[in-house]
């Protein structure tokens, strides 16, 4: 169980980090939904996430660099959280990737993410 949803996030970013898609499944609940930063697919459940994470840790991926000052958490309920942010994707041998995310957690739970949504920072207009 966790105390508050930055660990929450600090685990997914350690887990992500070390390439270890069981440690970062851990965390998700079976149910969970996921809108990915590097696909247009909705995924649900752990089979679908596993493929994604998979798939993320064999492209090389160096480390997902948080913002600290970018994230923000909010109260839903009485052990639920949003936290929101941004975070860099650094690739080996690419520039680094800025993207934003949103984890819904319930924090009662021992696999506290029910929902983590991520994008690419878009361009603002000209």
Request: hydrophobic content about 40%; charged content about 25%; some cysteine.
């Amino acid at each position: 169980m966790y105390n508050d949803a930055t660990q929450v996030l600090r685990a997914w970013l350690d887990g992500v980090n070390a390439g270890d898609v069981d440690r970062v499944l851990g965390l998700y609940s079976e149910e969970a939904t996921l809108l990915p930063t590097f696909s247009d697919k909705f995924l649900e459940g752990w089979t679908s996430l596993r493929t994604y994470f998979e798939r993320l840790s064999g492209e090389s991926l160096v480390e997902v660099v948080l913002i600290p000052e970018s994230v923000k958490v909010q109260k839903l309920g009485a052990s639920s959280f949003s936290i929101a942010g941004m975070y860099d994707w650094d690739f080996e041998g690419k520039e680094r990737i800025p993207a934003r995310f949103t984890f819904c957690v319930e924090l009662e739970e021992a696999n506290p993410i029910v929902h983590h949504h991520s994008s690419l920072l878009p361009t603002p207009p000209a």
